[in-house]
């Protein structure tokens, strides 16, 4: 099957029965998906973040190792010669994360459905109570493709680099400083440009209602009006990589060529004393 990166309710309704077609809910709410999820969706057995867990078990600053990636191919049965739909509870920032680790250890069958959970609702899909099990094992071949993270130290040498363009896709409180944070100092990597990753959506028709991904169209000018270019290599950042990760999809989405996420973020940059940070706008 030739399936796109982003899926509407109705493409995963009509082919929700096919056997090469499986449904994965990433959800931030714990008890979410026992209450109910789409019909047939597995649920993912990791925190949504996907990030490393250390020694005491507390999530670090940085992406899962390897080998507890292929601990999550091997609990979710995911293999080579299916198509995984990933949706959450949070208009697609979650299963977007996951769409990129997925990408980053070289799984590709893969794609987003837009709207997520509360698309499916409002255009009355079915659901689901029942608990899935998945047949656990993999035929995945677990290979990082390191070029597409960035760390801190490089990121320190190449921010100034006229090739790059950062991308901070906080709020824009976070980025000017103005906002209160838990991070040690406020404010964004010099040069960066700010456009938040919700602007990428359509606005909710009601309260809590469904919001889906803009146009091609919308979100190419959005990111023309920002400043980015595809001749450089851009560097989505956020707090903790989540939303930024959402970002890379965008950018992936549109055919941008060249993006490498810096995963760390800002809990990691803005709690050292020694990375360059500045309040306010770019001038």
Aim: net charge negative.
């Amino acid at each position: 099957m030739d399936i796109p990166p982003l899926v509407s309710p109705q493409w995963l309704h009509d082919n929700l029965s096919h056997p090469d077609v499986q449904v994965i809910e990433s959800g931030w709410i714990t008890d979410g998906y026992s209450k109910a999820h789409i019909s047939g969706a597995l649920s993912s057995p990791r925190h949504p973040h996907l990030k490393k867990v250390d020694a005491g078990g507390e999530r670090s600053l940085h992406l899962l190792e390897a080998a507890e990636f292929s601990d999550f191919c091997r609990n979710l049965g995911l293999r080579r010669d299916r198509h995984y739909v990933i949706y959450d509870d949070f208009s697609g920032l979650f299963a977007a994360r996951c769409w990129w680790v997925c990408r980053y250890f070289g799984v590709h069958n893969i794609s987003i459905l837009d709207g997520s959970w509360r698309g499916w609702l409002d255009q009355q899909k079915p659901v689901s109570s029942r608990l899935e099990t998945p047949l656990a094992g993999t035929d995945i071949h677990v290979a990082p493709h390191l070029p597409q993270l960035i760390g801190r130290e490089e990121l320190q040498r190449l921010y100034r680099d006229p090739q790059v363009q950062l991308w901070d896709t906080r709020r824009e409180g976070e980025y000017t400083g103005e906002e209160d944070t838990d991070n040690q100092r406020r404010g964004h990597v010099p040069g960066a440009l700010n456009l938040v990753w919700t602007d990428l959506l359509t606005e909710a028709p009601f309260q809590g209602g469904p919001r889906f991904f803009k146009s091609v169209a919308e979100l190419e000018e959005l990111l023309t009006n920002l400043g980015l270019r595809r001749d450089k290599t851009i560097i989505p950042y956020c707090q903790a990589g989540i939303r930024a990760a959402f970002c890379v999809f965008v950018l992936e989405l549109l055919g941008y060529p060249h993006h490498r996420l810096y995963d760390a973020s800002m809990r990691e940059w803005a709690n050292r004393s020694e990375t360059p940070l500045i309040t306010g706008a770019n001038p």
